[in-house]
Each structure stands twice: as structure tokens, then as C-alpha cells.
């Protein structure tokens, strides 16, 4: 009730004088002259206008005070992330060297990506630059240098009348989705960025729609006898699927309840919505299992039904703001996997086309942006094999070859050691399930198998050997397990032709990462500081007892986004 009662209150404050055109239709009715002139000149204007602009740029006769921003982030994808994917689908479908990206047809600039303690981002502070405006330390989701929570443009886009949500391929509460929906000085505090997404703050729920994996952090560590899943990590043993689902959400959980979400209106999906699809991540796209996870574009053809039909419903309603990551690119990266990298990004345009169809038919103003928070992996489609002059080749059907991720095949190999290792079958079960079946590597060495053999069951070893197989054949290069500080691109779109100009204006070119989220904060007339003054009793810290500390380490190994236990 509070919430409601505030929410109202802040919508005015928010959006309180917006220069946003509408139209007034009882101003014009009582000047009938200016009706005839103005309607002789909106007819000139149209059939000029209507020569001059590109068909994309859709003429509604009706207009349509509402707008849609979709904002997406490529975690971790560099320009050269790109140019692999472009040649490697050019490669596997026989295409000529002209067929681009979704994405390539769209390209307008590139973001510098910088956090404010380091020329090096990560996640966290890259998303924050986006969600807040602002340079933070890396590591922090929605809070400025001094850790004041900070004003979101998710947020502030709620409090002005629009739907909201997110969808990602990681965890709902990793640092992307956490830094619009949260605030906390350390990204791995996720039990405590669950709570807020869930509304447990001094804003209420902003958040309408979160799709993605990373059940882990709603219920309970130790239970094992949930009905959620088998990996709950909460330790304060609360559930919050089940309270979430009290106070009125709508959970789905599994690939089957989610495909009843999807039918061509929206009608099956009541908000606020939560779909946890995985523990932890949802798999890599070369390893998915379509009969358990929803691809990416899956999930976001959900995710528009669902915002445009609430908007559409709801007349005081200004449109919505949806933030959709590819957010697994950057696992590939940290794995130094070019062959998962490429499929990660293939499914990641596929989710922008979706999307870009969606804008392109829709009657209401609709605004793509997407951009990276920074590279990782510091790859390079070249790499020099040996100590003579390197030939200048890189091998896509390496990468086509292989069919499966080394993080799944870490796993396939642990399990065999663990449950056949000392049978003597290890051997060939390396050279012709591993390598041969699951890579399509055959010109393996002895010392590659011998490599394997000896690594036992250390599955990030082996993931490491297996990943720079395939890497190397492919002449693939990778510098870093981490991430690198090179500039990443924007790309835009808009179904109208004033709104390109302003897009044009203000991120063609290069630019700061703040500026991307300036950008969001101010085609949607958002007052990003008025909401941090309403934020400031969110709790956000650790209380620094010895005790806490021990009990919320980071779960997730830094580099490979994995359980560390
Ligand atoms: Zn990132």
C-alpha cells in the first residue's frame, strides 16, 4: 500500500515537467482556423516528409504518447568477438564476404569503458556507468566512489509510468541486471540484490518482468528437498520464490511453464513476472538443451508481449524499459572459448533482430541501444603457432568442428575419471569422446592426451587444455583471462526519423560509457538524482563483522563464473 501510495507520489516528482510533446486535441477543437491551417500543412508536411524518409522510419497517423527503450548489453563483446562470429557464420552457411550481422547493420559508435579506479571495468561498474550515469569502482552495482546508492534509469523509468524488466543468460542477481534493479558495494552480496529486485527497499518493486538463470540466491542453501531446484545458496534460509509468489508474482521456473507463457498475445503472462530458469547459469548456447532452457530470443519474444500488452492496457502507462544481455559472451571470454564465443553471439543477434522487427512494427516510439560493458578475454583472430614468419590464416571450421563448450566437457571428463578413470579407459575415452566426437579434433598429439590424463579430475585445467586445443588450431589468440580495456561498440536504432537525429547526436562517434546511460536517462525525461535522494536508507553494506565476511565470500570463482566449492 505504502509502496503504491509513494510510487504515485515519485511518478509526478520524476517525470514532473517533461517537455514531451503530446498532442491536445481540446486546445486545437476550440480554434477552428488554426485546425484547417494546421491539418492543409500536416498534409503538405506528410507528403514531403513521406518522399524524403527511409521506409524504417514508420509515419503513424495515429500519435502515441508512449515510448519503449530497449537497452542491451554484450557483456564482454569487442570488436573482435565480432569480426570471429561474422566470419564463422559466413563460414558455416556458405554466405558471401558481404552477409554482416543484425548487429553490423546497425553499428553508430564506440564506448570507452573505464571505471573510476581503473582503466580496466568490470561488470559491475561498466553496468553502473549504463544504469546510473556515472563512473563507480569495479565492483559496485548502483552506488557511486563514496557507496551512496544511486539513482537508476530502471528505477526512474518505473516511477514515470513505465513497464520494466530484465533478461539475461547469467544470474538475475550478477552484476548487469543488479546494477539497474539494486544497490550494494560488492557484486557478489547477491542474496541481498535478490531482496531489492524483489521490491525489499525503500523504492518498493521496480522491477515488472526478471527472466534469466540464478535461482540459486532466492531460496534456501541446504534444501534439497525444494521444489525450486537443487542449489540454493541463501543464507538466511528465507524463500523467496515462495514470498515473492505471496505478494503476487508469477513464477516459472522450468522450460515447461515458460512455454506456456508463450502464445502470440502475452495473455499468459501476469506481472510482476519471475522466470528462473537455472540454478546458475543458463548453459552455453552450444550446449543448450532447447527441451530444459529457452534460448535468449525466447525469452525477450516473452519479455515484449508481456510489456507492450501491460502498457497497452494500462492508459496511464508511458511505454517500457527493457534491458536485455547477452550475458554469456563473456563467460566464453573468461574460458578463452572461441567455439562457445561465436554461438553466444550468433544467438544474441538473433534476440536484436527479434527485437528489431518488434520495433519496426510497432505503432509506438521505440529506441534499441546496444553496447558492451567492456571486452574480455582480450582475443584476437590471429595467433602465431610457431617461431617462423606466422602465416596470415585463421580456421573458422575449427570452431564449427567443435559441438560442445570445455566448461560442459570439463564436467563429461570429471565424471568419467570419477566414475571409470581407473578402468583403463580413460585413454580412449579422451581421444575418441572428447577429442574426436565432441571437438572433431583428430590431429591431437600424444602429449595432448597425456596432458589430459595427468590432469585428472582438475576441471578448470582441463577446460583451460581443452579450450586452447581448439584455440590454437583455430590460430585463435587470447591474452587475458580477464577482462581488457579496449573501446566497444554502439549500435542504435529507431523507428523514428527526429529520434534517430538525436540518437545520432548525441552516440555517434566515440563516447563514454556514462554518456550511453545519459543518453537512456534523458530520451526517457528521467531525473536520475531526485531518485538517489529517495534512496538513500537502502540498505547496502556489510556490517564488517568477521562473521559476515566469512559468510559471504564470493560464491562464484572470479574467472569462471562457476561455483567455487
Ligand atoms: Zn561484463
Same mark, same amino acid.
Given at each position: 500500500?505504502?509502496?503504491?501510495?509513494?510510487?504515485?507520489?515519485?511518478?509526478?516528482?520524476?517525470?514532473?515537467?517533461?517537455?514531451?510533446?503530446?498532442?491536445?486535441?481540446?486546445?486545437?477543437?476550440?480554434?477552428?482556423?488554426?485546425?484547417?491551417?494546421?491539418?492543409?500543412?500536416?498534409?503538405?508536411?506528410?507528403?514531403?516528409?513521406?518522399?524524403?524518409?527511409?521506409?524504417?522510419?514508420?509515419?503513424?497517423?495515429?500519435?502515441?504518447?508512449?515510448?519503449?527503450?530497449?537497452?542491451?548489453?554484450?557483456?564482454?563483446?569487442?570488436?573482435?568477438?565480432?569480426?570471429?562470429?561474422?566470419?564463422?557464420?559466413?563460414?558455416?552457411?556458405?554466405?558471401?564476404?558481404?552477409?554482416?550481422?543484425?548487429?553490423?547493420?546497425?553499428?553508430?559508435?564506440?564506448?570507452?569503458?573505464?571505471?573510476?579506479?581503473?582503466?580496466?571495468?568490470?561488470?559491475?561498474?561498466?553496468?553502473?556507468?549504463?544504469?546510473?550515469?556515472?563512473?563507480?569502482?569495479?565492483?559496485?552495482?548502483?552506488?557511486?566512489?563514496?557507496?551512496?546508492?544511486?539513482?537508476?534509469?530502471?528505477?526512474?523509468?518505473?516511477?514515470?509510468?513505465?513497464?520494466?524488466?530484465?533478461?539475461?543468460?547469467?544470474?538475475?542477481?550478477?552484476?548487469?541486471?543488479?546494477?539497474?534493479?539494486?544497490?550494494?558495494?560488492?557484486?557478489?552480496?547477491?542474496?541481498?540484490?535478490?531482496?531489492?529486485?524483489?521490491?525489499?527497499?525503500?523504492?518498493?518493486?521496480?522491477?515488472?518482468?526478471?527472466?534469466?538463470?540464478?535461482?540459486?540466491?532466492?531460496?534456501?542453501?541446504?534444501?534439497?528437498?525444494?521444489?525450486?531446484?537443487?542449489?540454493?545458496?541463501?543464507?538466511?534460509?528465507?524463500?523467496?520464490?515462495?514470498?515473492?509468489?505471496?505478494?503476487?508474482?508469477?513464477?516459472?521456473?522450468?522450460?515447461?511453464?515458460?512455454?506456456?507463457?508463450?502464445?502470440?498475445?502475452?495473455?499468459?503472462?501476469?506481472?510482476?513476472?519471475?522466470?528462473?530458469?537455472?540454478?546458475?547459469?543458463?548453459?552455453?548456447?552450444?550446449?543448450?538443451?532447447?527441451?530444459?532452457?529457452?534460448?535468449?530470443?525466447?525469452?525477450?519474444?516473452?519479455?515484449?508481449?508481456?510489456?507492450?500488452?501491460?502498457?497497452?492496457?494500462?492508459?496511464?502507462?508511458?511505454?517500457?524499459?527493457?534491458?536485455?544481455?547477452?550475458?554469456?559472451?563473456?563467460?566464453?571470454?573468461?574460458?578463452?572459448?572461441?567455439?562457445?564465443?561465436?554461438?553466444?553471439?550468433?544467438?544474441?543477434?538473433?534476440?536484436?533482430?527479434?527485437?528489431?522487427?518488434?520495433?519496426?512494427?510497432?505503432?509506438?516510439?521505440?529506441?534499441?541501444?546496444?553496447?558492451?560493458?567492456?571486452?574480455?578475454?582480450?582475443?584476437?583472430?590471429?595467433?602465431?603457432?610457431?617461431?617462423?614468419?606466422?602465416?596470415?590464416?585463421?580456421?573458422?571450421?575449427?570452431?564449427?568442428?567443435?559441438?560442445?563448450?570445455?566448461?560442459?566437457?570439463?564436467?563429461?571428463?570429471?565424471?568419467?575419471?570419477?566414475?571409470?578413470?581407473?578402468?583403463?579407459?580413460?585413454?580412449?575415452?579422451?581421444?575418441?569422446?572428447?577429442?574426436?566426437?565432441? &571437438?572433431?579434433?583428430?590431429?591431437? $598429439? *600424444?602429449?595432448?592426451?597425456? %596432458?589430459?590424463?595427468? !590432469?585428472?579430475?582438475? +576441471?578448470?585445467? /582441463?577446460?583451460?587444455?581443452?579450450?586452447?586445443?581448439?584455440?590454437?588450431?583455430?590460430?585463435?589468440?587470447?591474452?587475458?583471462?580477464?577482462?581488457?580495456?579496449?573501446?566497444?561498440?554502439?549500435?542504435?536504432?529507431?523507428?523514428?526519423?527526429?529520434?534517430?537525429?538525436?540518437?545520432?547526436?548525441?552516440?555517434?562517434?566515440?563516447?563514454?560509457?556514462?554518456?550511453?546511460?545519459?543518453?537512456?536517462?534523458?530520451?526517457?525525461? &528521467?531525473?536520475?538524482?531526485?531518485? $538517489? *535522494?529517495?534512496?538513500?536508507? %537502502?540498505?547496502?553494506? !556489510?556490517?564488517?563483522? +568477521?562473521?559476515? /565476511?566469512?559468510?559471504?565470500?564470493?560464491?562464484?570463482?572470479?574467472?569462471?563464473?562457476?561455483?567455487?566449492?
Amino acid at each position: 500500500m505504502m509502496t503504491h501510495a509513494l510510487a504515485g507520489e515519485q511518478t509526478r516528482l520524476v517525470s514532473g515537467s517533461t517537455s514531451r510533446s503530446r498532442p491536445n486535441g481540446r486546445r486545437i477543437s476550440k480554434r477552428s482556423k488554426v485546425v484547417i491551417a494546421t491539418v492543409i500543412s500536416i498534409g503538405l508536411l506528410l507528403a514531403l516528409v513521406h518522399l524524403a524518409f527511409p521506409s524504417t522510419f514508420a509515419l503513424r497517423s495515429t500519435p502515441n504518447k508512449k515510448k519503449n527503450v530497449i537497452f542491451f548489453v554484450t557483456d564482454g563483446m569487442g570488436p573482435a568477438s565480432l569480426s570471429m562470429a561474422r566470419s564463422f557464420n559466413q563460414h558455416i552457411h556458405d554466405l558471401p564476404i558481404d552477409n554482416i550481422l543484425m548487429l553490423d547493420q546497425h553499428f553508430i559508435g564506440s564506448s570507452r569503458t573505464r571505471s573510476s579506479d581503473s582503466l580496466v571495468t568490470d561488470s559491475a561498474a561498466g553496468a553502473t556507468a549504463f544504469a546510473c550515469a556515472l563512473k563507480s569502482y569495479n565492483g559496485a552495482i548502483g552506488v557511486d566512489p563514496h557507496q551512496t546508492p544511486c539513482g537508476t534509469v530502471l528505477e526512474a523509468a518505473k516511477l514515470a509510468g513505465y513497464f520494466t524488466g530484465l533478461v539475461v543468460t547469467t544470474r538475475i542477481t550478477d552484476a548487469t541486471p543488479a546494477s539497474f534493479s539494486s544497490h550494494a558495494d560488492f557484486r557478489w552480496q547477491e542474496d541481498l540484490i535478490a531482496t531489492h529486485q524483489l521490491g525489499e527497499y525503500p523504492l518498493g518493486r521496480m522491477v515488472d518482468l526478471l527472466m534469466g538463470g540464478g535461482r540459486t540466491h532466492f531460496y534456501p542453501q541446504g534444501s534439497d528437498a525444494s521444489p525450486y531446484g537443487h542449489q540454493g545458496s541463501r543464507k538466511d534460509g528465507r524463500d523467496l520464490i515462495d514470498e515473492a509468489q505471496s505478494n503476487g508474482w508469477q513464477y516459472v521456473g522450468d522450460r515447461k511453464s515458460f512455454d506456456s507463457l508463450l502464445n502470440a498475445h502475452g495473455d499468459n503472462v501476469t506481472l510482476p513476472l519471475l522466470g528462473l530458469f537455472a540454478d546458475n547459469d543458463i548453459p552455453f548456447e552450444i550446449d543448450r538443451d532447447e527441451k530444459e532452457y529457452p534460448s535468449l530470443k525466447e525469452q525477450v519474444s516473452v519479455a515484449l508481449k508481456a510489456l507492450e500488452k501491460a502498457s497497452d492496457e494500462d492508459e496511464d502507462s508511458n511505454g517500457f524499459f527493457l534491458m536485455v544481455e547477452g550475458s554469456r559472451i563473456d563467460h566464453a571470454g573468461h574460458q578463452n572459448d572461441p567455439a562457445s564465443q561465436v554461438r553466444e553471439v550468433l544467438a544474441f543477434d538473433e534476440a536484436f533482430q527479434y527485437v528489431l522487427e518488434f520495433a519496426k512494427n510497432s505503432d509506438t516510439e521505440t529506441v534499441l541501444v546496444s553496447t558492451s560493458d567492456h571486452e574480455t578475454g582480450g582475443l584476437v583472430t590471429s595467433r602465431q603457432i610457431t617461431a617462423s614468419y606466422p602465416e596470415y590464416v585463421w580456421y573458422p571450421q575449427v570452431l564449427a568442428n567443435a559441438t560442445h563448450s570445455g566448461e560442459f566437457l570439463k564436467k563429461k571428463l570429471v565424471d568419467f575419471v570419477h566414475d571409470l578413470g581407473a578402468t583403463g579407459k580413460l585413454e580412449n575415452f579422451i581421444k575418441h569422446e572428447i577429442l574426436e566426437r565432441d &571437438l572433431g579434433i583428430f590431429d591431437y $598429439t *600424444d602429449d595432448d592426451v597425456n %596432458t589430459l590424463i595427468h !590432469l585428472g579430475d582438475n +576441471a578448470n585445467a /582441463i577446460q583451460e587444455k581443452l579450450n586452447d586445443m581448439v584455440s590454437f588450431r583455430a590460430q585463435i589468440g587470447w591474452t587475458t583471462h580477464g577482462h581488457s580495456a579496449v573501446d566497444v561498440n554502439i549500435y542504435a536504432y529507431t523507428n523514428r526519423k527526429t529520434t534517430w537525429s538525436r540518437i545520432l547526436e548525441k552516440l555517434q562517434g566515440n563516447h563514454e560509457n556514462t554518456e550511453i546511460g545519459q543518453f537512456l536517462a534523458d530520451y526517457l525525461e &528521467l531525473n536520475l538524482n531526485k531518485v $538517489t *535522494d529517495l534512496i538513500r536508507d %537502502t540498505k547496502h553494506s !556489510l556490517n564488517f563483522s +568477521a562473521t559476515e /565476511i566469512t559468510n559471504e565470500v564470493p560464491h562464484y570463482d572470479e574467472y569462471y563464473h562457476e561455483l567455487s566449492t
